[in-house]
C-alpha cells in the first residue's frame, strides 16, 4: 500500500522557517522523481516544488523561489521541504506526491482520488 506521511507544519510568524518531512513507502522510491503541493482553503492545489529522481535537479514554483529548499534521501524514502521567510500567503495544507515539470510547473502525476488517499498533509499556518 502506497503511503506518504508528512510532518512538520506548525503555526509560525512571519519572517519564520519551518522544515516539513514525507516519509513514503510502499513503491520504489528511489525511481519517483517527488515534490510538494499545497492547497490553502478556497483555492487550487498549487505545485512548489519538485525534486527528479535521476539527477536531483529541483524546481521551484515563482512564488517560493528562493525561500523554499527541497531535498530527499532516498536511503530513508523521505522527502524534504525548508521554508525560510515565510509569509502569510505560505498558508496551507501541505501534501508530498509524485510530480513532474511541465514547462516550468510542477504537477502532480497522480489521480485525485490517490492523492485523496495516500496522504493527510501537514497544516502550515503563518501569522502577519
Known amino acids: 500500500e502506497v503511503q506518504f506521511v508528512e510532518s512538520g507544519g506548525g503555526l509560525v510568524q512571519a519572517g519564520g522557517s519551518l522544515t516539513l518531512s514525507c516519509a513514503a513507502s510502499g513503491f520504489a522510491f528511489d525511481d519517483y522523481s517527488l515534490g510538494w503541493f499545497r492547497q490553502a482553503p478556497g483555492k487550487e492545489r498549487e505545485g512548489v516544488s519538485c525534486?527528479?529522481?535521476?539527477?536531483?535537479?529541483?524546481n521551484y514554483a515563482d512564488s517560493v523561489k528562493g525561500r523554499f529548499t527541497i531535498s530527499r534521501h532516498n536511503a530513508n524514502n523521505t522527502v524534504y521541504l525548508q521554508m525560510n521567510s515565510l509569509k502569510p500567503e505560505d498558508t496551507a495544507v501541505y501534501y508530498c506526491?509524485?510530480?513532474?515539470?511541465?514547462?516550468?510547473?510542477?504537477?502532480?502525476?497522480?489521480?485525485?482520488?490517490?492523492?485523496?488517499?495516500w496522504g493527510q498533509g501537514t497544516q502550515v499556518t503563518v501569522s502577519s
Open positions: 506526491a509524485p510530480c513532474v515539470v511541465l514547462q516550468t510547473i510542477v504537477v502532480i502525476t497522480i489521480s485525485d482520488g490517490d492523492f485523496a488517499s
Open positions: 525534486i527528479a529522481s535521476s539527477d536531483n535537479t529541483t
